[in-house]
T-cell receptor, first 111, second 114 residues
Framework: KQEVTQIPAALSVPEGENLVLNCSFT??????LQWFRQDPGKGLTSLLLIQSSQREQTSGRLNASLDKSSGRSTLYIAASQPGDSATYLC??????????FGTGTRLTIIP | NAGVTQTPKFRVLKTGQSMTLLCAQDMNHEYMYWYRQDPGMGLRLIHY???????AKGEVPDGYNVSRLKKQNFLLGLESAAPSQTSVYFC?????????????FGQGTRLTVV
């Protein structure tokens, strides 16, 4: 079964710190991996997309890496800010069809 | 540019009633998805479509039906609503397997079955 796991479920860090969110998946035959942000009661906002042939993608203070052989991706957030507080979701496109989500990491940045 | 639009945004149903959720996208995307999101469960795939006229089951398809008669629309139907279907429903679309394709989401439909 193709599964996506995100650990921890919740994380709190002081403002200004750098942090890493983790995503693991069970099948290395992925097409791409996408990181999303979700604010309470809202929809999903796409942050970064990594194709299976890529190792990393960067956007501003965000950097996402992909290691297919180990089935892992990380989202690195530099110099965290209170506005970064949200739930971060990892989604993997398996077999060119099914976009499968992890359960997310709820991030709280403490001012 | 509207992106992905879900209708309605909120709905309360009585057990046994039926309803249809509409997802519309204006980006000429091939792939469309319906998810439900429940506390502690993340987003679970209900049904999806890889093109007009096609549908396929996801992780939790029971109690739901879908149709993709037009490329821009993906309908999710509940024939006989149950309290267990109380959830937030999200629709998404993507170009499919083209390079750099990413999934775009609607704002969600909050459904309560009483």
């Amino acid at each position: 079964k193709q599964e996506v796991t995100q650990i921890p479920a919740a994380l709190s860090v002081p403002e200004g710190e750098n942090l890493v969110l983790n995503c693991s998946f069970t099948d290395s035959a992925i097409y791409n991996l996408q990181w999303f942000r979700q604010d309470p009661g809202k929809g999903l906002t796409s942050l970064l997309l990594i194709q299976s042939s890529q190792r990393e993608q960067t956007s501003g203070r965000l950097n996402a890496s992909l290691d297919k052989s180990s089935g892992r991706s990380t989202l690195y957030i530099a110099a965290s800010q209170p506005g970064d507080s949200a739930t971060y979701l990892c989604a993997v496109l398996f077999g060119n069809e099914k976009l499968t989500f992890g359960t997310g990491t709820r991030l709280t940045i403490i001012p | 540019n509207a992106g992905v639009t879900q209708t309605p945004k909120f709905r309360v149903l009585k057990t046994g009633q039926s309803m249809t959720l509409l997802c519309a996208q204006d980006m000429n995307h091939e792939y469309m998805y319906w998810y439900r999101q429940d506390p502690g469960m993340g987003l679970r795939l209900i049904h999806y479509s890889v093109g007009e006229g096609t549908t396929a089951k996801g992780e939790v398809p029971d109690g739901y039906n879908v149709s993709r008669l037009k490329k821009q629309n993906f309908l999710l139907g509940l024939e006989s609503a149950a309290p267990s279907q109380t959830s937030v429903y999200f629709c998404a679309s993507s170009r499919g397997t083209e390079v750099h394709t990413e999934a775009f989401f609607g704002q969600g439909t909050r459904l309560t079955v009483v």
